[in-house]
């Protein structure tokens, strides 16, 4: 609820009169519903809104009014359902639909007492004799109110009643056609409703929805499994001849009569095990319960094998931990070999950076200042080089490099013809 | 007693239809077969004729003389016809400058049926399973249409209709109607925007419906003949083929047969994944004899079908688009349609839209559990309220001076307490109009201000968490967190617009009563009235 600020000024009421409302738009409104109705009448008959809530107010008593009506009485049949009735012969009684000559041929075995009574007084009223020839009908229509009498006598009699309820197959509902296509609990819900009117037990338990627990879907086929039904077929019976002259004949009659009533019952009871088991085969609960039933299987014996498996993967494990290490060890051998290559590489290069520049460093030089000697001095240069080890090699080059060829080349000449590596005949500039 | 007028809700893929039953509720009717969504096919055998899911099985071994999706046609010229639509059943072919079918009636005999005879024979039969289920002969029924069939559609219509002796009373919009089936079944005296989204199985259609003191107008609509279920068992089959041609390297799309098989058995396998979480699909001998035997789940399907999704969702953007509104604007939206089964569509949308769109599919317990029935069950609370009125008084009341009203564009409200505009009578409130505020217990002198108010949408980004309370948690290992999502929070913000009136009342000892009325020519009445003393304060614009 809203809350209003409090008046601060003395205003009662002061209206902006140069203000307008933003422009409106013309556009249908939908015909449909009360709200437009109550619309369409105010607009039409131009009422202001305080007459209009007057109309209306009264209206609605009046609605009320109507709807004062038994409610009973909007469950009877409004016209005879069966017009075949009427010319039914009263002697047949049994073989005429008995709820719909009482006006209840949607109610049936639901009718209540109450409402049976009811709707007696009603069909008397509109069938009594008496009424019917003062409105000039005929005779015939006397017969249709003994049907009715019996009807009542026959409804109001429990026992009479149940007999008659056994045979109303009016009342039955038909299983779904195989083949056709239907929403099984659409299709099958009103045929166990119809069925469940001869349980000697109650409650019956309802067929339920896909929702449904399982331990409700079991509880109802396991009743339909043990249904015990009160359904009766004495109402078929032939007629027992009440003239006691022929008591053979009577006899005869009756035990005609339990056999035929036992075997309509076997017959019953066959079919209701049939309807249930197949009920339970199109079931698409049962179906699915089935299938969680297997997959819980199937999970369990994973969880039983689990112990297997756990070795069974830790033996994957290890095998695939050496695998890895016996690769990684091989990638890094690999690489070694390339490493120690990679430096022997190096290592001759250096090496014969070196000896180059050894042999070019009397000709850098200028040849020590002996030109004229240059082919010998070369031809000793190049023995030595040749006679060089890898360390002698460095030394001699570094000294080249710190420029003292001359000097560098004299030592090792030394040095070699020291080591007998060279005699001194060959090398008689450096000596 | 008189015959009840019923609903009836015709679609290209299926038709329903409903009555108010004694007790008075709604009762959609089960043809004989049991089917409440009866297949709109028709298909001839020799001399027999099919209709509803019998002939809808026919798809498969007799396409030819099997007539499918010619809801859309009546009424149009044959070059209007989108012929395609009829690809899997009858061919569409041009008799007297109409739609027509060829069909064959055994014996080398050929009839030649224009779309109007077929939607005669269509609704006679609708009409005859009706009449079985009442037990009543039926004349009267309430029709529901697109809102873009035009007069001559609907002309057509009303004709084949009264072929067969039944009188179209009137015709309604299909949102509509299934906006006033919702409605009935969860009323609300709120007034609010609802897109009401139908989709069907060849055409989706939307419209952005303000209802305002209960009455409906339609802001905008919004078509797409080339969307609806089939798009979807398009996805299946095309899933289930390549399956299958994997498995077994035979082709079934080369066969018109197998694709009607598959066909068929993929709309069975998307019902069936609107309830379960998953479906099995079955066929016997498929493609060069090879059976066909699968299993999909719900994840998978709503993967293969995500482009068909989306779509379905942006088409519900756009309505709001056309109609000029924000998403903010929407109060809900209301699933129709056999489509709207399917859970994706719902969640989907729950996710696209702002979270104060109510979603009313058949899993909100606020809403009917069968989307594909609400229009009938409009058309027929429809029917019962006509049935009240004779035939001028329904005539006088549909005239376009009482249909076309003006509409306010601004909202018009009180300012409260705190200063801020609260809206009485919203945007879009048709009018004459009248509206009471009950302020119940007051008491002291009160200031009413009357204005019209302004909106705007404003858009505000809330960060997370503070860098502070980051700190305070001790861990500052990852400095990166503060590119974590922005949240923008949108609203609608009310601001006072043009003042109106103000109106003073004092010594209130026990309530109030504010009454806003604006008359046929839009003048704007404000009325307050003490409710102790009955003392009245008015003003007028
Ligand atoms: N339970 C379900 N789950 C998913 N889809 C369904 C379900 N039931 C029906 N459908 C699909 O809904 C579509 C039919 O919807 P509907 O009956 O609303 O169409 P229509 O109004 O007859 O057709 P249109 O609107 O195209 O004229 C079909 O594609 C059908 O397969
Ligand atoms: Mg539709």
Not at chain 2, 483 to 494: A, F, G, H, S
Request: hydrophobic fraction near 40%; charged fraction near 30%.
């Amino acid at each position: 609820m809203i809350s209003l600020p409090p008046l601060t000024s003395d205003i009662t009421v002061s209206v902006n009169s140069s203000a307008k409302l933003t422009e409106a738009i013309r556009r249908p409104i939908e015909p449909v519903g009360k709200h437009f109705m109550h619309h369409a009448q105010r607009t039409l008959r131009n009422h202001t809104w305080s007459e209009f809530e007057k109309l209306e107010a009264e209206k609605n008593v009046k609605t009320v009014d109507d709807s004062n009506v038994d409610p009973d009485e909007l469950l009877f049949d409004q016209e005879l359902a069966d017009e075949t009735l009427l010319s039914h012969d009263p002697r047949d009684w049994k073989t005429a639909d008995l709820y719909a000559a009482m006006g209840l041929s949607q109610v049936r075995f639901k009718a209540t007492e109450n409402q049976i009574i009811k709707a007696h007084r009603k069909q008397v009223v509109k069938y009594h004799p008496d009424k019917q020839s003062a409105a000039g009908v005929g005779l015939e229509q006397d017969g249709f109110f003994k049907i009715i009498q019996k009807a009542f006598e026959t409804l109001t009699d429990s026992n009479k009643r149940a007999q008659y309820d056994s045979c109303d197959f009016v009342a039955d509902v038909a299983p779904p056609k195989k083949g056709t296509k239907y929403d099984f609990f659409e299709a099958w819900a009103p045929v166990f409703a119809s069925e469940a009117r001869f349980s000697k037990k109650t409650p019956v338990p309802e067929l339920g929805d896909l929702t449904t627990e399982k331990k409700d879907v079991e509880a109802f086929y396991s009743f339909w499994h043990r249904f015990d039904s009160w359904r009766t077929f004495e109402f078929l019976d032939e007629d027992v001849p009440d003239d006691s002259s022929n008591r053979d004949h009577k006899r005869y009659i009756e035990r005609k009569n339990k056999a035929a009533r036992d075997k309509k019952k076997t017959a019953d009871n066959a079919r209701l095990v049939k309807l249930v088991e197949r009920a339970m085969n199109e079931d698409p609960r049962i179906k699915l319960f089935k299938e969680e039933e297997k997959k819980e299987k199937e999970r369990k014996k994973w969880e039983r094998e689990a112990g297997a498996r756990a070795e069974a993967e830790a033996k994957a494990k290890a095998e695939a931990e050496a695998k890895a290490k016996a690769e990684a060890d091989a990638v890094a051998n690999a690489s070694a070999k390339a490493d120690k290559k990679k430096a022997k590489e190096a290592a001759k290069a250096a090496k014969k950076k070196n000896k180059r520049a050894i042999r070019n460093a009397p000709k850098e030089a200028d040849y020590f200042g002996d030109a004229d000697k240059a082919a010998a001095i070369d031809e000793q240069v190049g023995l030595i080089v040749d006679s060089l080890d890898d360390d002698q090699l460095v030394t001699v080059a570094d000294k080249i490099k710190a420029g003292q060829a001359k000097e560098g080349l004299q030592e090792i000449a030394v040095v070699l013809k020291d080591a007998g590596k060279l005699p001194a005949s060959l090398l008689p500039y450096f000596i | 007693m008189s015959s009840p007028v019923i609903g009836i809700s015709f679609g290209n893929t299926s038709s329903s239809i409903a009555y108010i039953n004694p007790k008075n509720d709604v009762d959609v009717i089960a043809n004989p077969d049991g089917e409440r969504s009866i297949p709109s096919v028709l298909s001839y055998v020799g001399e027999d004729e099919y209709h509803g899911g019998q002939a809808f099985q026919q798809l498969v071994r007799n396409p030819k003389n099997t007539i499918i999706n010619f809801r859309d046609f009546i009424g149009l010229p044959f070059d209007k016809c989108d012929v395609s639509k009829c690809e899997n059943g009858a061919p569409v072919v041009d008799i007297d400058g109409k739609a027509g079918f060829v069909i064959a009636r055994g014996e080398g005999k050929e009839e030649r049926i224009t779309v109007d005879e077929v939607v005669s024979r269509h609704l006679n039969r609708l009409k005859l399973a009706a009449e079985d289920y009442i037990g009543q002969t039926i004349s009267q029924t309430i029709l529901t249409v697109p809102t873009d069939f035009t007069t001559e559609q609907k002309d057509a219509l009303a004709q084949a209709a009264s072929k067969i002796g039944l009188k179209i009373v009137q015709f309604i919009n299909e949102p509509s109607a299934s906006l006033l089936a919702h409605v009935e079944q969860f009323p609300t005296e709120k007034d609010a925007n609802v897109v009401v989204a139908d989709f069907g199985g060849v055409r989706s259609d939307a419209a952005v419906i303000a209802i305002r003191n209960g009455v409906f107008t339609i802001l905008a609509t919004a078509h797409d003949n080339k969307l609806g279920g089939d798009n979807l068992d398009a996805e299946l089959i095309e899933y289930f083929a390549k399956d299958f041609e994997s498995k077994n390297k035979a082709n079934p799309r080369k066969n018109a047969r197998s694709m009607a098989k598959l066909r068929a058995n993929a709309i069975i396998t998307k019902k069936t994944l609107s309830n379960a979480t998953s479906a099995t699909i079955s066929i016997d001998s498929l493609a060069d004899g090879f059976d066909y035997h699968a299993s999909i789940n719900r994840m998978r399907y709503e993967l293969t079908a995500n482009k068909v999704f989306a779509q379905f969702s942006n088409f519900i953007d756009s309505v709001i688009t056309k109609a000029g509104l924000d998403p903010l604007d929407i109060n809900a939206v209301l699933l129709a349609g056999g489509v709207s089964f399917t859970p994706k569509l719902s969640t989907n949308l729950e996710y696209t839209l702002p979270e104060s769109v109510e979603i009313l599919g058949p899993n909100n317990k606020n809403a009917s559990s069968n989307p594909n029935e609400l229009s009938a069950s409009g058309a027929a609370l429809q029917a019962r309220l006509v049935a009240d009125y004779d035939t001028d008084e329904l005539k006088e009341a549909l005239q376009p001076v009482i249909v076309n009203t003006l509409h306010l564009q601004k909202d018009i409200g009180l300012v409260d307490a705190t200063g801020a505009f609260v809206p009485v009578l919203s945007k879009e409130t048709y009018y004459p109009v009248q509206k009471k505020l009950l302020l119940k217990k007051v008491s002291g002198d009160f200031l009413i201000g009357v204005y019209e108010g302004d909106s705007h949408i404003e858009e505000r980004t809330i960060e997370p968490e503070t860098k502070d309370e980051k700190a305070a948690d001790g861990e500052d290992s990852e400095s990166e967190w503060s590119d974590d999502e922005l949240e923008i929070v949108r609203e609608r913000k009310y601001t006072l617009g043009t003042k109106l009136m103000e109106l003073g009342v004092k010594g209130v000892k026990n309530g109030l009563e504010i009454v806003f009325n604006i008359n046929k020519e839009g003048v704007l009445r404000v009325t307050a009235r003490d409710l102790k003393t009955s003392q009245v304060v008015k003003g007028e614009l």
